[in-house]
């Protein structure tokens, strides 16, 4: 590193800039040692000097001569042999003088052993202290250790990771020093054997560290610690965070403050950022930032206290000056573009034209759109090289929009309206991309306020998909990049892919087929979201090589669409808006990038420029509101055999054609809620009938007409039943399940006699729902609720609440229902009429009736027609009341089962009419098992019964007396 680092006295902090060490250390000069010490022997001190035990009075050696003497004295009488005796006490004396002076002669010969020995080891200590304190400034050396020592910044050395430097102070030392037991100087060399002093303070990075002191001086040691762990480890091992406030200047240009990978280091004194590891100042007095278990107290550059692991030592610390600190970020900054190609990515906004000016050409064939900036210049994106497809992730607020609309710009700036086309879609509120509508690139745009028109928009993807491949297969192609297909490619564009989805989530199987075959038909998908996970499918995703990230919540979603969370840890003030980390599929990491920003005039000027002709739309207009049979029979060739509905809407194959039931479809049953349109279809439909049969809405007509119809069908024609869903209703209970039984079989029969049956519904339950499931074809019609649509068998995604009336669906396909020439009249059939009032025409009739006094209402009219009324009692009593004119014989239920000879006469014999009122006992009455026509109850009616003939229904009290009846309380 090129860095001048001066180990005297930094610009602005006084004193020196490195603390202070013995003498043999060269500030800012660390000796390179390859490897780890080799242990060393223990050095040994003599031990001092103690005195040997005296040897005891030689008593034995001192007596013999004195018993010697005295036995030469006894033998020879000799004085002198007695001389003799005084030799023994002078040896003992003399070898006890003897053993004193050889005594203090080895205490001199120790005493002078030990002082060389002392001397000795004194040296070894301060050489085995002194290769120590190198050794372990080689394994973790300070700001200083790696500005001189080049080759060990970002060099990967496991017995440095996550560790650093905070000072130089004593420490235990690793020199062993054995000996010397009970020698004073002995034990100060082992005391200084046990010292390291000046050696590197290691703590744990991930503990991290806040510094108290003078602002100034603490402001110096906290550059010193910030850059030691950035020459320490590499961007994308670390990185910044945190930086760009007042005072943190100097570290803008850091390589790491650029990176997009690696643990978070924070370096400011405010508030924190989301971080790994802190490295803070603050002030006395102040808590201590989460994340921080070291407090380093600052009083000078030789002086500051280390509050680390409940322990408090002294070190001396390493500060650095701004111009000092700006220099070094400048080195490794350089070193990083050089050895790492990393691009650093300017905090200033970037204009869209400054970045279209610097854009390179784009290949023929390809894509290329400069969306911003990076730190090498403009940053372009290729849909064709590095796509075919891309996904862009970003949470609310990151500029995810203003992204899409760049890259569609770009893209429209370079490239004619016959080399691309766009189809945008905006599903956060429908006007991101208005901006973009003059575009004559722009096919389309459609939004989440289209309601059912943004999904039939994504649906005629797939008609563009096939054709495409029809022209492809035309001119022999195998993609758009052959010459002779002159095909634009299509960019489809979703802004908040995830509402669209969740809107109709059925659309992701149509985005999942285009995806697929999208790149050799020119079809290019860019998806924006907010998250990734959980919406955008594996089998999706697969195909979007090309992956843009701006700030996302979640690391998760970060993984999921760049590989890395880096994404989630992007700044997220405003200033870090517009920032996005791309990836493409032959990238080995990310590229940060700055979007540019567009404005309306940068729009204006791109369509002004915009050349060729305005591009094919893929899809066509929606169906109309409204549409007349006569402008649909007009404009379209119709099969005379085909009874018209309507215009259908196939997106899937852009195509809208009339569509029509015939004789051969047996069956049509129409759907929908209250003024959906269900009448007007029937009316439709059977005004271009030749024949139309009618099933009454009343209960007594539509039992005639349903019992006609399943007794003997009609040949061709159409039956038209309005309210198929009340048809049970209209009848009793007793009378329902035959009703329903009948018209199952008229449905059944329509095919074989050549028959159409159409009928509506509002609803499926019960009987309905049986007579629902005969009808081959079903046309839904609109509904109030999701419910109601789902209930009778409608397509949950093709609901919609603001459906003009006549809209449905016809098995799946869309259609709007014409309106008939001429209103129709409603109800469908006609009103029917009470029938004449029934008078006695035979010679014999049994009335069964429990309203006598209606009966006699009735006499005087019988009267003028000569018809006579006699009691049951009265007749059994004389039957010659017979005998001249007609009789009617009168009784209710329980008097004729009393004459039961009378009731079976006449009822083999005569007409046998029993009012309505006695339906309970017609089949006793009758011995007849089936039933009556029905009759509507307290309307009056009554039924005739003849042997070997079917009952009729009539009218047996006029409406006259019936209510004369009422009104007086009868």
């Not at 569609?408 to 905006?426: G, K, N, R």
């Amino acid at each position: 590193m090129s860095t001048t680092f001066s180990p005297r006295r930094a610009v602005d902090v006084p004193g020196p800039l490195v603390p202070p060490v013995p003498s043999g250390d060269v500030v800012g000069t660390v000796e390179t040692i390859d490897g780890p010490a080799t242990p060393e022997d223990p050095l040994a001190l003599l031990d001092a000097w103690s005195a040997p035990a005296r040897p005891p009075v030689p008593l034995v050696a001192s007596s013999v001569p004195i018993v010697g003497a005295v036995v030469l004295w006894l033998v020879t009488s000799s004085p002198l042999a007695l001389v003799l005796a005084a030799l023994g006490p002078l040896i003992a004396l003399a070898s006890v003088l003897d053993g004193r002076r050889a005594a203090h002669r080895d205490r001199r010969r120790h005493e002078a052993e030990a002082r060389e020995r002392r001397e000795r080891v004194r040296a070894d200590v301060d050489r085995r202290l002194h290769a120590e304190r190198r050794r372990r400034l080689f394994r973790h050396p300070d700001a200083a250790g790696y500005l001189v020592r080049d080759g060990d910044v970002w060099r990967d050395v496991p017995e440095r990771g996550g560790r650093i430097v905070v000072g130089r102070g004593d420490a235990p030392s690793g020199v062993r020093v054995t000996g010397g037991v009970g020698d004073p100087e002995s034990d100060d060399i082992r005391a200084r054997a046990a010292i390291l002093s000046a050696a590197p303070i290691v703590i744990d990075l991930a503990g991290g560290v806040a510094i108290v002191g003078p602002p100034v001086l603490a402001a110096a040691v906290h550059r010193a610690l910030v850059l030691q762990v950035c020459l320490a480890l590499a961007p994308g091992v670390i990185r910044l965070v945190g930086a760009g406030e007042p005072g943190l200047e100097w570290a803008d240009e850091l390589p790491h403050r650029h990176a997009t990978t690696g643990e978070r280091l924070s370096i400011q004194s405010g508030p924190l950022p989301d971080a790994d590891i802190v490295i803070a100042v603050i002030a006395a007095g102040e808590p201590l930032p989460a994340g921080c278990r070291t407090i380093l107290t600052v009083e000078s550059i030789d002086r500051a206290h280390l509050d680390h692991d409940g322990s408090v030592r002294r070190v001396a610390v390493e500060a650095l000056s701004v111009p000092q600190a700006r220099e070094i970020a400048r080195a490794l900054l350089l070193r990083a573009r050089r050895s790492l190609g990393l691009s650093v990515v300017d905090d200033r906004p970037v204009e869209f034209a400054e970045t279209i000016a610097d854009a390179p050409p784009s290949a023929i064939g390809g894509l290329v759109a400069a969306i911003g900036r990076d730190g090498a210049g403009v940053a372009c994106v290729d849909l064709v090289a590095d796509g075919p497809h891309a996904v862009v992730s970003g949470v609310t607020g990151a500029g995810k929009s203003e992204l899409l609309i760049t890259w569609v710009l770009s893209m429209a700036a370079t490239h004619a309206t016959t080399e691309v086309s766009f189809l945008l879609a905006d599903f956060k509120g429908g006007t991101a991309f208005d901006a973009l509508r003059p575009l004559p690139h722009v096919a389309g745009v459609i939004t989440d306020l289209d309601g059912s028109g943004a999904r039939r928009a994504i649906e005629s993807l797939r008609a563009e998909v096939r054709w495409r491949e029809s022209e492809l297969a035309r001119h022999g192609a195998r993609d758009v990049r052959d010459p002779r297909v002159e095909v634009p490619r299509l960019v489809v564009v979703v802004d908040e892919f995830a509402a669209l989805l969740g809107e109709h989530p059925e659309l992701h199987a149509v985005f999942t087929d285009v995806a697929a075959r999208g790149r050799a038909l020119g079809i290019h998908l860019v998806l924006g979201t907010h998250r990734v996970s959980g919406v955008v499918r594996d089998s999706l995703l697969a195909n979007c090589p090309l992956r843009l990230s701006l700030r996302v919540s979640d690391p998760a979603d970060s993984r999921a669409i760049i590989g890395v969370d880096d994404a989630a840890h992007l700044p997220g003030d405003v200033q870090a808006r517009g920032v996005a980390l791309v990836r493409r599929p032959s990238d080995h990491g990310v590229q940060r990038i700055r979007v540019a920003l567009s404005s309306a005039a940068d729009i204006a000027r791109v369509a002004a420029a915009s050349r060729g002709p305005r591009p094919r739309r893929p899809w066509l207009p929606d169906l109309p509101r409204e549409l007349a049979l006569d402008e649909l029979t007009a404009a379209h060739a119709i099969d005379e055999r085909t009874l018209v509905l309507g215009l259908s809407d196939e997106p899937e194959r852009q195509t809208q054609r009339v569509v029509g039931v015939t004789v051969q479809d047996r069956g049509l049953l129409v759907l929908g809620g209250p003024g959906a349109g269900k009448s007007t279809a029937l009316a439709l439909l059977a005004g271009q009938a030749a024949e139309v049969i009618e099933i009454p809405p009343d209960g007594e007509g539509a039992w005639d007409a349903v019992t006609r119809l399943a007794e003997s069908s009609p040949i061709g024609g159409v039956i038209v039943i309005d309210d198929l869903d009340t048809l049970a209703s209209r009848v009793s209970a007793d009378y329902a399940s035959m009703l329903i039984e009948r018209m199952e079989r008229v449905i059944r029969s329509a095919g074989d006699s050549g028959c159409l049956v159409i009928a509506s519904a509002q609803r499926l339950s019960g009987p309905a729902a049986r007579l629902g499931e005969l009808f081959p074809r079903r046309l839904v019609l609109g509904f109030p609720s999701r419910a109601d649509h789902i209930a009778v068998g409608g397509d949950p995604a093709t609901f919609t609440v603001d459906a003009p009336a006549g809209r449905g669906r016809l098995e799946r396909i869309a259609v709007q229902v014409a309106l008939p020439a001429k209103a129709p009249h409603s109800p469908l059939s006609i009103d029917r009429r009470d029938d004449p009032c029934w008078h006695p025409d035979a010679a014999l009739t049994g009335l069964v009736t429990r309203h006598r006094s209606r009966v006699r209402d009735l006499l005087p009219e019988w009267a003028e027609r000569g018809i006579r009324c006699v009691d049951v009692d009265a007749y059994v009593a004389d039957p010659a009341v017979t005998a001249d004119g007609r009789v009617v014989i009168v009784g209710d239920p329980d008097e004729w089962q009393r004459e039961w000879r009378l009731l079976a006469s006449v009822r083999a014999d005569h007409d046998l009419v029993i009012d309505t009122t006695c339906a309970l006992d017609y089949r006793v009455l009758t011995s007849s098992r089936e039933l009556p026509p029905f009759a509507r109850p307290g309307e009056g009616r009554a039924w005739i019964h003849r042997a070997g003939a079917d009952p009729v229904r009539i009218v047996l009290f006029p409406a006259d007396v019936r209510s004369d009846r009422r009104g007086s309380g009868s």
